[in-house]
C-alpha cells in the first residue's frame, strides 16, 4: 500500500511538471483594459510644478549675517549702527531739500554724492525746487546683509511719513510729488570696505573726538560743534551708498 501511494504522488508531481513546462512554450498576450480616452499623469510636468522649498523670511537671514558679522566684528552693536543710520539717512533727506550734495558729502560713498549732485543740477537746470518737510521716521529696522566680497552692507528699512515733492519755479505748481504729506518706505544701503571693524571707542560708548580740533563730538554727528570741520559719524566705515524703494535694488 505504502509503495502505491508514493508511486502516485510521485507521478501526480511529474505531471505537474510537465504541464509547467507546456506553459512556457505559450504565447502570452498583455490586454490594457484602460480608457483610451483617458489622459496619462504627467509625472514629470507635477514635479516641474512642485513649489520648491521656500528660502527663510528676509529677517530671518539678516539676523544670522549679523551674528556672524559680529564675531568677526566683536565691538560692532546694531543699536549704535542704527542710530548713526538714521541720522545719516535723516541727513540725506535734508540735504536733497536744501539741494546741497555737500552737506552729507562725510558720510556718504562718492558714488551716492555723485547720484544726489545730478539730480539736483537736473532739478535746477529744469528751473525747479526740491521741497522736503516735515520729515517723521520711526524706527528703523535692520532688513538685509551681505557681508561677503569685496565690502560688507547693511541695507536698513525706514519708514515714517514727510512732505516731498519738485515744484516749477515759474508756475508754482507740483511737478514731481505731493505737496501733503505722504506716508513712506524707503530702504538705505550702507557699506564699508570687506575687513573694517568698529573702532573700540564707540562700541564702548566713549566719546568721540573731532579729527580737527579734537573737541569731543556726538556719535553720529556730521558737523563738529566747536570747529564745524565735517565728521563721518561713528567711525567712519558705514557710508550711505544708496537709497531705493525696493531692497532688491
Not at 512554450?25 to 489622459?39: G, K, L, Q
Not at 544701503?189 to 573702532?199: D, I, K, L, Q, Y
Not at 573726538?209 to 558705514?238: D, I, M, Q
Request: proline share 6%; aromatic share 8%; hydrophobic share 40%.
Amino acid at each position: 500500500m505504502l509503495g502505491d501511494f508514493w508511486s502516485e504522488l510521485l507521478g501526480s508531481v511529474g505531471a505537474l511538471l510537465n504541464g509547467l513546462t507546456r506553459n512556457t512554450d505559450r504565447e502570452f498576450v498583455f490586454v490594457d483594459n484602460t480608457d483610451a480616452n483617458m489622459p496619462m499623469p504627467d509625472v514629470a510636468g507635477e514635479l516641474a510644478q512642485a513649489p520648491a522649498p521656500s528660502a527663510p523670511p528676509m529677517w530671518v537671514q539678516a539676523r544670522a549675517q549679523l551674528e556672524t558679522l559680529q564675531k568677526a566684528d566683536p565691538a560692532f552693536l546694531e543699536s549704535t549702527f542704527l542710530t548713526q543710520a538714521a541720522k545719516t539717512y535723516a541727513a540725506a533727506l535734508g540735504a536733497e531739500g536744501s539741494m546741497n550734495a555737500d552737506d552729507v558729502s562725510a558720510v556718504v560713498t562718492p558714488a551716492f554724492a555723485t547720484a544726489l549732485a545730478a539730480r539736483i543740477s537736473g532739478w535746477r537746470s529744469s528751473g525747479c525746487t526740491r521741497i522736503v518737510s516735515d520729515v517723521s521716521l520711526d524706527a528703523p529696522t535692520t532688513f538685509k546683509v551681505a557681508i561677503g566680497g569685496a565690502t560688507q552692507a547693511i541695507t536698513v528699512r525706514f519708514t515714517g511719513s514727510a512732505k516731498r515733492y519738485t515744484k516749477d519755479d515759474m508756475t508754482n505748481l507740483v511737478t514731481e510729488g505731493s505737496a501733503q504729506s505722504q506716508s513712506f518706505t524707503e530702504f538705505a544701503t550702507f557699506t564699508r570696505p570687506a575687513g573694517s571693524t568698529t573702532p573700540q571707542a564707540a562700541a564702548n560708548g566713549a566719546p568721540l573726538h573731532c579729527p580737527s580740533c579734537g573737541a569731543p563730538v556726538e556719535a553720529g554727528a556730521l558737523k563738529c560743534a566747536y570747529c564745524g570741520a565735517s565728521l563721518s559719524g561713528t567711525g567712519g566705515t558705514w557710508l550711505l551708498d544708496h537709497i531705493s524703494v525696493s531692497a532688491y535694488t
